[in-house]
């Protein structure tokens, strides 16, 4: 299990310690160590640095864009579960994360101090379940697999003995930034129930370690399924080479490319985003270079809880007055406009 570091941790190391810190203070920080080791330049081209390391940018739109765009906090119509969807729902098990990643659509939920869910609160979560049919839930956070094995053992287990749930999924970037965290506790959870899948979050080749990779075959060798959410984040992994070897990589060790998410309409992380025509233009180039199975959905999540749209490789895109026009699986129609 790697140690947390703090800001101060870097003070010799960044030029502008002072004006970073003053981001923190809105926005914590906090990355593992095993994460820093990856970083080989403290500086905006170094693709680990930039999406773990405050920016100045994070605190220029203050005023135009929402901390919940996609109204998560209303959605919730018992506390600590999100239900957005008729029959899909996330529960949030925690508050921490192993790095406080800068283009995080949850930093509103940032914290030092760890919050997790509580026995009576899943008790609430198990009954809304299988009073509204709910048959796809997502553990997310924070971070699942920072909570204590027994813990989410416990979730897992409550939540695989309702019969209208079919699929469990846990959402987690620890493969990712501190893969030591997977112990033989958390290994187990896996082997309990077949409903289980895991969601990985790599954004960058960089990212795919033999450390990583270790640990990616343990899961996978329980028969767990293992999906990755990928978000686009401009000046790092914003060209067709990098997310191609990124894909396949991860094709490679039995994860399959399901999310190219376009970076969301949160505050405080406008300097990460892409044209979602750009998006589709790099799905376009990356056909005639990664396998069919290595090509993910390019998923725009709509404001307002509005759903995801998922777009490929010869989606076309409209615009009315600068804006996007795009429908939900509602078939509603809905405006999008990064500016």
């Not at 593992?32 to 999406?51: G, N, R, V």
């Not at 930034?177 to 790599?202: A, C, G, M, Y």
């Not at 376009?284 to 307002?304: H, Q, V």
């Amino acid at each position: 299990m790697s140690k947390i570091l703090g800001i101060n941790h870097f003070k010799n190391r960044l030029n502008d310690f002072k004006k970073i810190k003053e981001v923190t203070e809105e926005y914590p920080f906090r990355i593992t160590e095993y994460y820093t080791d990856l970083i080989q330049s403290y500086d905006k081209k170094d693709p680990i640095f930039s999406q773990c390391f405050p920016q100045k940018k994070e605190l220029q739109d203050s005023s135009k864009f929402s901390l919940d765009p996609f109204c998560e906090k209303q959605n919730q119509k018992i506390e600590s579960f999100i239900h957005r969807y008729p029959n899909k729902g996330v529960l949030l098990l925690n508050n921490i994360c192993g790095v406080n990643c800068r283009h995080c659509m949850r930093k509103r939920l940032w914290d030092n101090n760890k919050k997790e869910i509580s026995k009576d609160r899943i008790d609430d979560i198990i009954s809304y379940c299988i009073k509204e049919e709910i048959n796809d839930v997502i553990i997310s956070g924070g971070d699942p697999l920072m909570s204590s094995p027994e813990l989410l053992d416990e979730v897992v287990s409550r939540l695989s003995e309702v019969r209208n749930i079919k699929v469990i999924r846990i959402g987690s970037r620890i493969p990712v930034v501190d893969p030591d965290r997977i112990n033989e506790k958390i290994i187990s959870i896996f082997k309990k129930t077949e409903k289980l899948h895991l969601l990985t979050h790599f954004n960058h080749p960089k990212e795919v370690t033999d450390l990583s990779k270790c640990y990616i075959s343990k899961i996978v060798d329980t028969g767990t399924p293992v999906f990755n959410q990928t978000v686009l984040l401009k000046n790092i992994n914003d060209s067709a080479s990098t997310l191609s070897e990124l894909f396949m990589k991860l094709l490679e060790i039995k994860i399959k490319p399901y999310y190219l998410h376009q970076c969301d309409l949160v505050r405080g992380v406008t300097h990460f985003w892409v044209e979602p025509s750009r998006g589709i233009k790099l799905l376009k180039k990356m056909e005639g270079l990664i396998s069919g199975l290595a090509m993910p959905y390019y998923a725009i999540d709509l404001p307002g809880g509005k759903g995801k749209v998922l777009l490929g490789p010869n989606s076309e895109l409209s615009k009315i007055n600068g804006k996007y026009i795009l429908k939900n699986y509602k078939n509603e129609t809905i405006s999008y406009s990064l500016y």
